[in-house]
Structures are given as structure tokens and as C-alpha cells.
């Protein structure tokens, strides 16, 4: 009997194909490829359609001086199909461009946004979005700002946005993840991350 647990890595997989389907907004690529099997050998070729939107930061605002975050509310036409109401409450983010390192892209997207600087830009952690259809990657920070400066309307006219900026106290923050109103991946994450590791962020903060 064989007990011996395999552990693949990237050279377990031969990319036999990949082909353009669709280019617009976003694009459309089909990957044909096959892969080794834990029970031994290899798969027959395998199809797939994978959505390529490259790839993104999200960056939670965070003023410890009045204890409140600065979150962002827009529309997500994708959200109709499940909820009532699909403007989100979300943490600021945005797709890196090419040439882009990913604190330009928090920096640029906190002023269209949601009209405020960062500071103290902290690295928390990385995520796959849906790897079973998108290669997207987001990575999230957290940043300290001057919450009593966020207000308004912001957005791109050029790319239809109109987003309208919130300052959330923690406490309701944590209400709105426990009811729902909190229901999109990134923000759910930076949030449980910050509540995670508030007591050691904010002594690195002190210290800088």
C-alpha cells in the first residue's frame, strides 16, 4: 500500500494551448491543458474559460484618532442577480495597471475614490478572487488617513463612476458584517483582518 501523499507544484501542468476568445473591457481566454493526478498519471486534455482582468490591490482607510474606517458605496451591476440592493459598501481598490507598483494604485485610487491621502501604508495579505475562473490576485493593505476630511461624491466621469464615501465607526462595521450588509469578498477580508491584528497594527503605526 502507498501511502506517499504527492505534492504538485506549477511543472505538473502542461499548458497545450491558450486562446484569445474575447477582448473588450475585460477579456476572455481559453486554456487547454493537462495535469498530473493524485492517483497517478496524467489527465485528459482539460478546457477552460478563464476571465483576465489582471490584477488588483484594496486598501482599508483606517483613522485611529476617531476610530472609524473610510468605506465606499457604488453600484455592481453584478450584484443584481442575488440581492435587492446592489450598491456595495466596499474598501477602496482598484486594478494595477501596467508599469504600476501596487502603492501607486492604493495612493491613486484613495484620491478618485474617495478624496483622501494615505499614510502608513501596511501590506496585510493576498488572495486568489475565484482561481476556478479568473487568474485575479487582490492584495490588501491597510492605511491610516484623516477620516474627518472624507466625504461627497467621487469617481471617474470617464468611467462611469459615482461613488459615494462613508465614514464607518468600528462598531459598525462589525454590525454590518454580521448582518450582511457587508457581503463582498475584499471588504469582508480587510475587515477581519484589521479586527485580527488591530493591537499590533496600530504599535507598528506608533512607531513609524
Known amino acids: 500500500m502507498n501511502n506517499k501523499i504527492e505534492t504538485f ?18 477579456k476572455m481566454v481559453r486554456y487547454d491543458f493537462k495535469h498530473r493526478l493524485f492517483k497517478g498519471g496524467w489527465s485528459d486534455r482539460v478546457s477552460r474559460e478563464i476571465f483576465e482582468r489582471g490584477h488588483a490591490v484594496a486598501v482599508l482607510p483606517y483613522d485611529p484618532e476617531h476610530g472609524e474606517f473610510v468605506l465606499i458605496e457604488q453600484l455592481r ?7 435587492d440592493n446592489p450598491w456595495l459598501i466596499e474598501v477602496i481598490a482598484g486594478i494595477i495597471d501596467e508599469g504600476e507598483s501596487e502603492a501607486d494604485v492604493c495612493h491613486r485610487e484613495a484620491q478618485e475614490e474617495a478624496g483622501i491621502a494615505l499614510s502608513r501604508l501596511t501590506p496585510a495579505m493576498s488572495y486568489l478572487a475565484s482561481p476556478g475562473g479568473t487568474t485575479e490576485r ?4 491597510m492605511a491610516q488617513t484623516d477620516a474627518s476630511v472624507a466625504s461627497g461624491i467621487h469617481g471617474l466621469e470617464h468611467e462611469a463612476e459615482d461613488i459615494r464615501v462613508h465614514r464607518v465607526t468600528e462598531q459598525q462595521a462589525i454590525e454590518w458584517l454580521e ?5 463582498n469578498a475584499a471588504t469582508i477580508i480587510a475587515l477581519q ?6 493591537a499590533t497594527l496600530l504599535e507598528n503605526w506608533s512607531q513609524v
Do not use: C, V
Open 9 to 26: 507544484n506549477s511543472k505538473d501542468i502542461t499548458i497545450e494551448g491558450k486562446s484569445p476568445l474575447y477582448q473588450g473591457f475585460f
Open 77 to 83: 451591476i453584478g450584484a443584481l442577480a442575488t440581492k
Open 138 to 141: 487582490i492584495h490588501i493593505f
Open 179 to 183: 448582518n450582511g450588509r457587508i457581503d
Open 193 to 198: 483582518w484589521f479586527f485580527m491584528h488591530k
